[in-house]
């Protein structure tokens, strides 16, 4: 089955946002079994956008259009793809009400225009906004599946994983088998010596299909898998699982697909562990990251970023000789690492204390090269462990790998005293 989809706006050949949407949904489709050919982005003009949708028709089984669906003139998706069917256009009832109890909680005036956006190709299946409220469209003729997606992604995402897919179950999967798929996500291992391990099962896949996305620091693989019965699929995925875990599965974090940080908020919570964080090169990421998952509050009790020598000295005790002198092993050392993360296991008293300290770069720092960090976790009743690592990237992306190591190495060590299993 073949896709292609199509970005409308201006604001996109300007380069005034970035298409993030044709990422996502390209990992989607292929994950679903759908091959995306073509991906075009074009403006707000009617005769342009007709002529895209009418190439894309003859050449695809799916084109999905995402943007041009909010309440301005310039919002002509719905209205170029009507015309190009020959259909009218008509008023989703469910949605145009949705709108006005909005407008009217908010004691704000709703402008006519604003209907717009609650507008239906006739004989389409409407797409339920959850986050916004330009009401989504799906239909068929002519043997070609149209699919229409707000361009925001946060409301774009919402719709095709909520209403899209289940659609597309109903209306295309259904004659040739149900799809089934499992994920499995991985933490301490790079998407290239990922696939390495699995280069020989990607290579012979035909059914489940194998597909590795790779986020920073983390890799999810999809297994999918068309069976006729649950009981079929589930024996294929199985099979298939074992198979890869046989080689990497000292790297899996979870079965679906979550954040590293957020399994590790729930494991702490379930088995009332305590955390804290000294961070000096990762200026308080690992600290965003934890505290942006909800009931972090239970197991987070706080964080110190201690960027200079002197805060490190003050706040968490690393002596001073450790860090400055010509004998000194440096702030960027295994013994100031351990020395950080051992001060504030003393100040929090929390289970669990981490510290990063090292050279995010663009350029060196002690005449150490950027993405040498050094890490450490203290944990009560144990010997502080630290470790060397050199990461490869930019400032951001040294800063980033650094966070999601340490939080790989903390639920690895979860795993080892049998707190977790996946």
């Not at 707000?44 to 695809?60: F, G, H, P, W, Y």
């Not at 470790?387 to 966070?403: F, P, S, V, W």
């Amino acid at each position: 089955m073949k896709a292609e989809m199509i970005a409308v706006g201006t604001e996109l050949l300007l380069g005034q946002i970035v298409n993030t949407n044709a990422q996502y949904l390209s990992q989607q489709l292929a994950m679903l079994g759908i091959d995306v050919y073509y991906q075009t982005v074009v403006g707000d003009n009617s005769t342009r956008l007709k002529d895209v949708i009418q190439t894309a028709k003859e050449r695809a089984d799916v084109v999905l259009l995402t943007g041009g669906l909010g309440p301005t003139m310039d919002d002509i998706t719905k209205d170029v793809v009507a015309e190009l069917l020959g259909r009218k256009m008509e008023m989703h009832i469910p949605s145009l009400q949705k709108m006005e109890d909005m407008f009217r909680d908010r004691g704000v005036h709703m402008v006519e225009s604003n209907r717009r956006q609650a507008h239906l190709i006739e004989g389409s299946d409407a797409l339920d906004n959850s986050a916004g409220l330009a009401v989504g469209n799906a239909i068929i003729q002519d043997g070609v599946a149209f699919i229409l997606l707000p361009g925001p992604p946060k409301e774009m995402k919402p719709m095709f994983e909520e209403q899209v897919i289940p659609w597309l179950e109903q209306n295309l999967f259904k004659e040739r088998g149900s799809l089934y798929s499992r994920m499995l996500k991985f933490a301490g291992i790079g998407e290239s010596n990922l696939e390495a391990a699995l280069i020989d099962l990607i290579k012979e896949q035909t059914d489940p299909t194998i597909a590795p996305y790779a986020k920073e620091g983390e890799v999810l693989i999809r297994l999918a898998t068309k069976s006729s019965s649950e009981a079929q699929a589930e024996e294929k995925l199985n099979a298939m699982e074992a198979r890869i875990l046989e080689r990497v599965g000292t790297h899996l974090f979870a079965r679906e697909d979550v954040s590293l940080e957020k399994v590790l908020v729930e494991q702490f919570s379930k088995h009332q562990l305590t955390l804290s964080a000294a961070e000096s090169c990762t200026g308080g990421l690992f600290a965003e990251l934890i505290t942006s998952i909800a009931g972090s509050s239970r197991m987070f009790t706080g964080g110190v970023v201690t960027y200079s020598n002197e805060m490190k000295h003050t706040l968490l005790q690393v002596p001073m000789e450790l860090m400055e002198g010509a004998d000194a092993p440096g702030a960027v050392s295994h013994e100031t690492a351990r020395a950080m993360a051992d001060g504030l296991l003393k100040l929090t008293d929390t289970d669990y204390a981490i510290s990063i300290t090292g050279v995010a770069g663009p350029g060196q720092s002690e005449r150490k090269p950027a993405g040498l960090v050094y890490i450490g976790i203290a944990e009560k009743g144990e010997e502080t462990v630290t470790e060397e690592l050199r990461l490869n990237g930019n400032r951001d992306m040294i800063r980033l790998r650094a966070t999601k190591i340490v939080m790989q190495r903390l639920w690895k060590r979860l795993q080892d005293k049998g707190l977790v299993a996946v």
